[in-house]
């Protein structure tokens, strides 16, 4: 720990929500992270205060035209009690990444890393213990500055809130059904789909209601031009098990390039199983599924971890995918060893964890 921040004592603490009635997100700590920006003293005041609602402008650029850009990590309690971080150099980066697409300065990221360090370490008793949950932290950066017209915002505040969590999903183990989307389109090369903006989200929702009508959970989306590729799920990756192979749709400048995918990949190619960042498309997916070749799909995320999926509405096909409920599926190996790797419960032979002391 290298800075020295600032630390508001809240005046009462809450009371921790029963592990057992997570879910995710709907809980928040008793502190937050906050430090300001202007353009005279840059980022500056770095606090942890008692987490409180904010005050804006009603004209604060946020909410006109959506510079808002954010992460997802998580912190995980070991067995023997220690509090563990899971990559996450990696979310700051691409926090600096999504900043740069929105014209929003660079944060420096050691300090930012820092930063969410010193903050879980004061929040250390929320990190929850029950096997599959765990702290998540969920840094984020608006545009404060109120005026209206139509500029990259001179005045930004960056903070950070922790929310014990349980599964995304409600039950991990269970398949997830998943609606392929063929009208509406997320986001195409050039735009901001390879980014963590709010709007991506926001922009997702039409579509994510279509599919829970049709008895969905999520949605995957094709390429914004041709609506043929695919690119991810409403919060997660895809990946496919197609005749004893991975593959996974290649980062195009529309796709995130989700850090547990990137974990995936890597622990695939530790492993030795064989794994390929493909231009896919979802006539390639059924064709497959039709030769009896589509072994396993499973989607990654920090949020949803590794899931499973079960089955795959396109129109009006079905595909049931055999591998979900397996044993020894590989998104069962996979799922195993990241969570043992997160919980200090294995080995960790690429040195992901950093433990927050
Ligand atoms: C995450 O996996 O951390 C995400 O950001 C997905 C989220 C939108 C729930």
């Not at 700590?29 to 840059?42: L, P, R």
Request: net charge negative.
């Amino acid at each position: 720990m290298n800075q020295v921040i600032e630390l508001i004592k809240a005046d009462v603490k809450k009371e921790k929500p029963a592990v057992e009635s997570l879910g995710f997100g709907k809980h928040f700590t008793d502190y937050m992270f906050v430090m300001d920006y202007n353009d005279e003293k840059g980022w500056h005041q770095p606090r942890i205060t008692p987490y409180a609602p904010l005050v804006l402008e009603p004209s604060a650029m946020v909410f006109h035209y959506a510079q808002a850009v954010f992460e997802g990590l998580k912190a995980y309690r070991t067995k023997d009690g220690r509090v563990l971080l899971f990559r996450p150099e990696k979310n700051v980066a691409r926090l600096n990444t999504s900043c740069q697409r929105l014209s929003i300065p660079q944060i420096d990221e050691e300090v930012v890393l820092d930063a969410i360090k010193q903050l879980v370490e004061v929040e250390k008793d929320w990190v929850p213990d029950k096997e599959g949950t765990s702290l998540y932290i969920r840094p984020f950066i608006i545009a404060t500055e109120s005026s209206l017209g139509v500029h990259p915002a001179h005045e930004y505040k960056l903070m950070v809130i922790l929310s014990p969590v349980g599964s995304y999903y409600g039950d991990q183990l269970k398949p997830v059904r998943i609606y392929v989307e063929d009208e509406y389109v997320r986001a195409v090369r050039g735009g901001v789909g390879f980014i963590k903006t709010a709007g991506n989200y926001a922009a997702s929702l039409k579509a994510q209601e279509k599919a829970e009508e049709r008895g969905y959970e999520q949605v995957l989306w094709l390429d914004g031009v041709e609506r043929k590729y695919i690119e991810e799920v409403g919060s997660m990756n895809i990946f496919f098990k197609i005749n004893g192979e991975v593959v996974t749709p290649k980062l195009n400048g529309s796709i995130l390039g989700g850090i547990t995918r990137d974990s995936v990949i890597e622990l695939l190619k530790y492993w030795g199983v064989p794994v390929k960042e493909v231009k896919i498309s979802i006539d390639e997916v059924y064709d497959a599924y039709q030769k009896g070749e589509l072994e396993e799909v499973f989607g990654t995320g920090t949020a949803a971890v590794i899931s499973p999926v079960g089955e795959l509405g396109w129109k009006d096909i079905t595909m049931k995918i055999a591998g979900a409920d397996k044993e020894d599926s590989i998104a069962n190996r996979l799922y195993n060893t990241l969570t043992g790797i997160q919980l200090g419960k294995q080995e960790d032979p690429l040195h992901w964890t950093v433990e927050v002391k």
